[in-house]
Each structure stands twice: as C-alpha cells, then as structure tokens.
C-alpha cells in the first residue's frame, strides 16, 4: 500500500505563491498517475492536476498558475501554486492510481491511494 504524506499548506494573501509536497513511500512504481484533489466547505471533491510517465493534467482552475513536478529520486510530488485567489482555499490531497482513469477530469473513485490533506487559506 503506498503511503502519502502532504505538507507546505498554510494561510496565504491572494496573489501569493505556496508549494505543496507529497512524499510517496510503499510501492511507488505501481502507481501510473499521481496529483492533487482540493475540496472546499460545501462542494465536492475537484481534480487540480496530476502527472503519469507521459502526461501531465491541469484542470481549468489549475491551468496557467499551478505547476505539477516530481523528484523521481525523493518520491516526493509538487505542487506549485501562484496568483492565488481567495476560491483556491480548500483541503488538498494527495492522490495516486494504480490504474489509468476512466476519464479527465478524474473521478476520485478512481484513486486507490489518499493523503490526510493540507488546508490552503487564501485571504487578506
């Protein structure tokens, strides 16, 4: 069973920049697609981006300000976040798959693996 461990969240001012971690230990190359969910107060769970060996997904609320990268050596995914808005607050989690998602975005069903998650707040 694969291990996550998110880190790096915390109260930020709009506009800012933070950088969240999830250090992976366990069986990692059984894993074809890892990345990030985020769940704010009262809606449901939403796919940020995730990354396998040949693609990289970023959903519309990702798209131009986060940036998803890995160190294969340390097992540990990143995730930066710039020009952030008071609606990016939520609980991130990190996320694996042992199988290709049905579809983008993916369902959260099809993660078999899930961090304890990290609160990101946005507000002045």
């Known amino acids: 069973q694969l291990q996550l461990v998110e880190s790096g969240g915390g109260l930020v001012q709009p506009g800012g920049t933070l950088r969240l971690s999830c250090a992976a230990s366990g069986f990692a190359e059984d894993y074809v697609l890892i990345g990030w969910f985020r769940q704010a107060p009262g809606k449901e769970r939403e796919g940020v981006s995730f990354?396998?060996?040949?693609?990289?997904y970023y959903g519309d609320s990702a798209e131009g300000r986060f940036t998803i990268s890995r160190d294969n050596d340390k097992n540990i995914v990143y995730l930066q976040m710039t020009s952030l808005k008071p609606e990016d607050t939520a609980v991130y989690y990190c996320?694996?798959?042992?199988?290709?998602?049905?579809?983008?975005?993916?369902?959260?069903?099809?993660?078999?693996?899930w961090g304890q998650g990290t609160q990101v707040t946005v507000s002045s």
């Open positions: 990354m396998g060996s040949s693609l990289t």
């Open positions: 996320a694996a798959a042992r199988e290709m998602v049905r579809a983008f975005p993916p369902p959260p069903e099809d993660f078999t693996s």
